[in-house]
Protein backbone atom coordinates (compact mmCIF):
# COMPACT_ATOMS: atom_id res chain seq x y z
CA UNK A 1 0.00 0.00 0.00
CA UNK A 2 1.44 3.46 -1.15
CA UNK A 3 1.95 5.98 2.11
CA UNK A 4 -0.34 7.98 0.52
CA UNK A 5 -3.15 6.30 1.51
CA UNK A 6 -2.32 6.22 5.02
CA UNK A 7 -3.54 8.50 7.23
CA UNK A 8 -1.41 11.31 8.58
CA UNK A 9 -2.66 10.01 12.11
CA UNK A 10 -2.40 6.46 11.74
CA UNK A 11 1.06 6.81 11.15
CA UNK A 12 1.21 9.09 14.37
CA UNK A 13 0.21 6.25 16.09
CA UNK A 14 2.46 3.73 14.38
CA UNK A 15 5.24 4.74 17.18
CA UNK A 16 3.49 4.26 20.00
CA UNK A 17 1.97 0.52 18.65
CA UNK A 18 5.68 -0.70 17.74
CA UNK A 19 6.59 0.48 21.37
CA UNK A 20 3.99 -0.94 22.89
CA UNK A 21 4.55 -4.61 21.03
CA UNK A 22 8.39 -4.32 21.47
CA UNK A 23 7.52 -4.24 25.44
CA UNK A 24 5.10 -7.17 24.61
CA UNK A 25 7.82 -9.47 22.40
CA UNK A 26 10.41 -9.08 25.43
CA UNK A 27 7.56 -10.37 27.60
CA UNK A 28 7.65 -13.28 25.27
CA UNK A 29 3.89 -12.31 24.31
CA UNK A 30 3.18 -14.46 21.30
CA UNK A 31 0.05 -12.66 20.34
CA UNK A 32 -2.20 -9.86 21.53
CA UNK A 33 -5.96 -8.56 20.97
CA UNK A 34 -6.54 -5.45 19.32
CA UNK A 35 -8.37 -4.67 22.91
CA UNK A 36 -5.47 -5.09 24.88
CA UNK A 37 -3.32 -3.01 22.28
CA UNK A 38 -5.64 -0.33 22.34
CA UNK A 39 -5.68 -0.17 26.02
CA UNK A 40 -1.32 -0.06 26.01
CA UNK A 41 -1.24 2.99 23.42
CA UNK A 42 -4.17 4.81 24.49
CA UNK A 43 -7.26 4.58 21.98
CA UNK A 44 -9.84 2.57 21.81
CA UNK A 45 -9.73 -0.98 19.65
CA UNK A 46 -11.77 0.36 15.93
CA UNK A 47 -8.80 2.29 15.95
CA UNK A 48 -6.53 0.01 16.45
CA UNK A 49 -8.44 -2.47 13.59
CA UNK A 50 -8.94 0.26 11.22
CA UNK A 51 -4.97 1.58 11.38
CA UNK A 52 -3.31 -1.95 11.15
CA UNK A 53 -6.24 -2.55 8.37
CA UNK A 54 -4.50 0.16 5.97
CA UNK A 55 -1.54 -1.14 6.43
CA UNK A 56 -3.14 -4.54 5.29
CA UNK A 57 -2.76 -6.49 8.49
CA UNK A 58 -5.53 -8.54 10.15
CA UNK A 59 -5.55 -10.13 13.08
CA UNK A 60 -7.54 -14.16 13.41
CA UNK A 61 -10.41 -14.31 15.16
CA UNK A 62 -10.62 -14.99 19.04
CA UNK A 63 -7.04 -15.34 18.74
CA UNK A 64 -5.51 -11.48 17.65
CA UNK A 65 -2.62 -10.49 16.21
CA UNK A 66 1.12 -12.10 15.58
CA UNK A 67 3.31 -9.96 18.18
CA UNK A 68 6.28 -10.64 15.95
CA UNK A 69 4.27 -10.11 12.86
CA UNK A 70 3.29 -6.56 13.87
CA UNK A 71 7.10 -5.53 15.38
CA UNK A 72 8.04 -6.29 11.70
CA UNK A 73 5.49 -5.02 9.41
CA UNK A 74 5.29 -1.76 11.49
CA UNK A 75 8.84 -1.24 11.39
CA UNK A 76 8.98 -1.81 7.74
CA UNK A 77 6.28 0.73 7.50
CA UNK A 78 7.99 2.86 9.06
CA UNK A 79 11.43 2.70 7.33
CA UNK A 80 13.28 1.46 10.40
CA UNK A 81 14.63 -1.91 8.81
CA UNK A 82 17.15 0.64 7.30
CA UNK A 83 19.49 3.76 8.71
CA UNK A 84 18.78 7.11 8.62
CA UNK A 85 21.44 9.43 9.27
CA UNK A 86 20.97 12.80 11.36
CA UNK A 87 22.72 15.79 11.44
CA UNK A 88 22.12 18.06 14.51
CA UNK A 89 22.23 21.73 13.65
CA UNK A 90 23.37 23.65 16.86
CA UNK A 91 25.83 22.34 19.13
CA UNK A 92 24.66 24.01 22.56
CA UNK A 93 22.77 22.29 25.43
CA UNK A 94 20.24 20.59 23.32
CA UNK A 95 22.33 19.59 20.10
CA UNK A 96 24.98 17.89 22.99
CA UNK A 97 21.92 16.20 24.69
CA UNK A 98 21.09 14.41 21.49
CA UNK A 99 24.18 13.53 20.22
CA UNK A 100 25.30 11.82 23.61
CA UNK A 101 21.65 9.73 23.23
CA UNK A 102 22.52 6.62 22.20
CA UNK A 103 18.87 5.75 21.62
CA UNK A 104 18.52 7.53 18.64
CA UNK A 105 21.23 5.54 17.21
CA UNK A 106 19.51 2.15 18.18
CA UNK A 107 15.97 3.11 16.63
CA UNK A 108 18.29 3.65 13.04
CA UNK A 109 18.59 6.88 13.54
CA UNK A 110 22.77 8.05 13.83
CA UNK A 111 23.55 11.05 14.24
CA UNK A 112 26.75 11.45 12.07
CA UNK A 113 27.63 15.29 12.55
CA UNK A 114 26.69 18.59 14.64
CA UNK A 115 27.10 21.92 13.04
CA UNK A 116 27.49 25.54 14.37
CA UNK A 117 29.10 28.92 13.73
CA UNK A 118 30.65 29.94 16.83
CA UNK A 119 34.35 29.31 16.14
CA UNK A 120 34.83 28.25 19.66
CA UNK A 121 32.86 24.91 18.66
CA UNK A 122 33.88 24.22 15.23
CA UNK A 123 36.90 21.38 15.28
CA UNK A 124 35.54 20.20 18.64
CA UNK A 125 33.66 16.89 19.03
CA UNK A 126 30.68 15.79 21.41
CA UNK A 127 30.27 11.86 21.89
CA UNK A 128 32.56 11.35 19.37
CA UNK A 129 31.01 13.20 16.83
CA UNK A 130 32.87 16.39 15.11
CA UNK A 131 31.53 19.74 15.15
CA UNK A 132 31.69 21.43 11.79
CA UNK A 133 31.03 24.57 10.51
CA UNK A 134 27.24 25.27 9.11
CA UNK A 135 29.26 26.53 5.80
CA UNK A 136 29.94 22.53 5.46
CA UNK A 137 26.66 21.73 5.63
CA UNK A 138 26.21 20.94 1.17
CA UNK A 139 29.32 19.09 1.25
CA UNK A 140 28.65 16.98 4.12
CA UNK A 141 25.69 15.82 3.88
CA UNK A 142 26.40 14.46 0.21
CA UNK A 143 29.45 13.10 1.82
CA UNK A 144 27.69 11.12 4.94
CA UNK A 145 24.57 10.53 2.75
CA UNK A 146 22.66 12.48 5.68
CA UNK A 147 19.10 11.75 5.67
CA UNK A 148 17.52 13.78 8.62
CA UNK A 149 18.03 17.24 9.59
CA UNK A 150 17.27 18.45 13.36
CA UNK A 151 17.34 22.44 13.95
CA UNK A 152 18.56 22.70 17.62
CA UNK A 153 19.64 26.61 17.53
CA UNK A 154 18.27 29.96 19.02
CA UNK A 155 14.72 30.34 17.17
CA UNK A 156 15.43 33.34 15.51
CA UNK A 157 17.98 31.37 13.35
CA UNK A 158 15.53 28.45 12.45
CA UNK A 159 14.46 29.68 9.43
CA UNK A 160 18.18 30.55 7.70
CA UNK A 161 19.18 26.81 9.01
CA UNK A 162 15.95 25.60 7.59
CA UNK A 163 17.06 27.45 4.29
CA UNK A 164 20.48 25.53 4.35
CA UNK A 165 18.91 22.44 4.58
CA UNK A 166 17.21 22.54 2.11
CA UNK A 167 19.59 23.84 -0.15
CA UNK A 168 22.14 21.12 0.71
CA UNK A 169 19.19 18.31 -0.24
CA UNK A 170 17.31 17.05 3.13
CA UNK A 171 13.90 16.10 2.63
CA UNK A 172 12.73 16.01 6.55
CA UNK A 173 13.58 18.31 8.82
CA UNK A 174 13.07 17.89 12.79
CA UNK A 175 12.52 21.71 14.22
CA UNK A 176 13.18 21.89 18.05
CA UNK A 177 12.62 25.32 18.07
CA UNK A 178 9.21 27.70 18.35
CA UNK A 179 9.47 29.66 15.24
CA UNK A 180 7.55 28.15 12.26
CA UNK A 181 10.08 27.21 9.29
CA UNK A 182 8.74 27.93 5.74
CA UNK A 183 9.82 25.10 3.24
CA UNK A 184 8.95 23.48 0.13
CA UNK A 185 5.99 21.01 -0.38
CA UNK A 186 8.52 18.44 -1.08
CA UNK A 187 9.91 18.83 2.82
CA UNK A 188 8.78 17.19 5.50
CA UNK A 189 8.89 19.04 8.86
CA UNK A 190 7.83 17.77 12.49
CA UNK A 191 7.80 20.27 15.36
CA UNK A 192 8.73 19.88 18.66
CA UNK A 193 7.69 22.67 20.66
CA UNK A 194 8.54 21.75 24.56
CA UNK A 195 6.94 24.77 25.62
CA UNK A 196 3.50 23.91 23.58
CA UNK A 197 3.46 20.18 25.51
CA UNK A 198 3.65 21.73 28.66
CA UNK A 199 1.16 24.58 28.54
CA UNK A 200 -1.15 21.81 27.26
CA UNK A 201 0.03 19.48 30.39
CA UNK A 202 -0.90 22.52 32.37
CA UNK A 203 -4.35 22.80 31.05
CA UNK A 204 -5.19 19.64 32.24
CA UNK A 205 -3.26 19.49 35.13
CA UNK A 206 -5.38 22.66 36.69
CA UNK A 207 -8.24 20.53 35.81
CA UNK A 208 -7.05 17.37 37.67
CA UNK A 209 -4.48 16.80 40.43
CA UNK A 210 -3.19 20.17 40.46
CA UNK A 211 -6.70 21.85 41.60
CA UNK A 212 -6.70 18.79 44.35
CA UNK A 213 -3.28 19.13 45.53
CA UNK A 214 -2.86 22.80 45.88
CA UNK A 215 0.40 22.87 43.20
CA UNK A 216 -0.67 25.11 39.78
CA UNK A 217 -1.08 28.15 41.97
CA UNK A 218 -2.43 30.58 39.73
CA UNK A 219 0.38 33.67 38.94
CA UNK A 220 0.12 36.36 40.58
CA UNK A 221 -1.38 39.73 38.60
CA UNK A 222 1.10 42.48 38.66
Known sequence: MSSSEISAATVGRLPAYLRALIELAGDESATVSSDHLAELVGVNPATVRRDLASLRITGTRGVGYDVKYLVFEISVE??????????????????????????????????RCLFDTDQAKIGTEVAGIPVRHLDDLAGTVAELGIAVGVIATPADGAQEVADALVSAGIGSILNFTAHPIIVPDRVVVRRVDIATELQILSFYQQRGVGTSTGTGVPLEVR
Open 78 to 111: LGLNQEWPVAVIGAGNLGRALANYAGLTERGFPI
